[in-house]
């Protein structure tokens, strides 16, 4: 079998700075997390291969590196995406209140369709200031018709789910026009890329 992919998915992280998105990205790929505030520096691009059904499918996430603070930046950086996550921080209303922008920005960009949503609500570990309630999150991401993970890049709950699912959705919505993934190749999709291993690039 030939090892070049005959598809790729690429999966970007979006949301306002600081909800936690490098760290999303980095308990993901490295299953590692830093308290250091300035990890958000040096943006980072991670691929790996999984079989998905009987097609080799590269599969490419990206992380900013601080560019979702500048829109024109934003939109090169998620240009042919497959997946996007929007994530906000349940301990900040504004980054829940900004979910609408980046909805429009995505929606208002021509060259952005049929991509998955999901949102992400971050920093589920912390109980006492917690100010989004997941009632609250849930109705909106119902409103927008998108699915709503509740997550700790610190604890790791609810990391791999998330990944799990977009990666099912996106498979499921790539062949949708043709066939639907049987039930049976969507679990083997789980065991498969648990199997591979991602390749690290960094990028400015
Ligand atoms: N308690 C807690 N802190 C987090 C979590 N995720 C990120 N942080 C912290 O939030 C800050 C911003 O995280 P970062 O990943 O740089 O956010 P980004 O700007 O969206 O990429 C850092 O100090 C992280 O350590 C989490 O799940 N729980
Ligand atoms: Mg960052």
Known sequence: MSHIPSQSYK???????????SSIFERYIRNT??????????????????????KLTSINLWDTAGQERFRS??????????GCFIVFDV?????FNH??????ELYNDKNINNTEIIIVGNKCDIIDNRVVSTEEALLYAQNKHVEYFEVSAKSGNGINE?????ISNIANNVNSKKIHLLNN???????????????????C
């Open 91 to 95: 301990c900040n209303r504004d980054s």
């Open 73 to 82: 930046m934003v939109k090169i950086y998620y240009r042919g995406t497959n």
């Open 185 to 203: 190749e969507k679990s083997n999709l789980k065991s498969d890329y648990q199997k591979t291993s991602w390749k690290l690039f960094g990028y």
């Open 162 to 166: 998330m990944f799990d699912t977009m």
């Open 11 to 21: 999966i970007v992280l979006m949301g306002d700075s600081c909800t936690g998105k």
């Open 99 to 104: 979910l609408d922008t980046w909805f429009t």
């Open 33 to 54: 997390f830093n308290d250091d505030t300035n990890s958000t520096i040096g943006g980072s691009y991670a691929s790996k291969k999984i079989m998905i059904g009987d």
